[in-house]
């Protein structure tokens, strides 16, 4: 059973920045691709980014493209979400999840099989 744990949300202003992390429990974690997505309030939820197992392919959501920086450390079990110049849009619970091994949609919620609780993003206006 794998576990996924965020922690680094909270509330920042405009313009401001944020780092999430997510610590991943096994063994395998370097083995697997690893995605961030969002859920604001009264919408679905959407990707933001991804990275492939080695950390050299990224992907981002247009919307978060040169804002946010996604990255991994595979001896410490980490993934990170780097946002900077945040926007009130921004503002949404964000989860880390796992992306099965095989697929190569990593845009898609249903090539992830593991997700964390998530932890809130508020950006005031």
């Known amino acids: 059973q794998v576990q996924l744990v965020e922690s680094g949300g909270g509330l920042v202003q405009a313009g401001g920045s944020l780092r999430l992390s997510c610590t991943a429990s096994g063994r395998t974690f370097m083995m697997y691709a690893m995605g961030w997505f969002r859920q604001a309030p009264g919408k679905e939820r959407e990707f933001v980014a991804s990275i492939s197992t080695s950390g050299t392919v990224v992907y981002y959501a247009d919307s978060v493209k040169g804002r946010f920086t996604i990255s991994r450390d595979n001896v410490k079990n980490l993934v990170y979400l780097q946002m900077n110049n945040l926007k009130f849009e921004d503002t949404a619970v964000y989860y880390c999840?796992?992306?099965?091994?095989?697929?190569?949609?990593?845009?898609?919620?249903?090539?992830?099989?593991?997700w964390g609780q998530g932890t809130q993003v508020t950006v005031s206006s």
């Open positions: 999840a796992r992306r099965q091994a095989g697929t190569q949609l990593p845009r898609l919620l249903a090539s992830y099989d593991y």
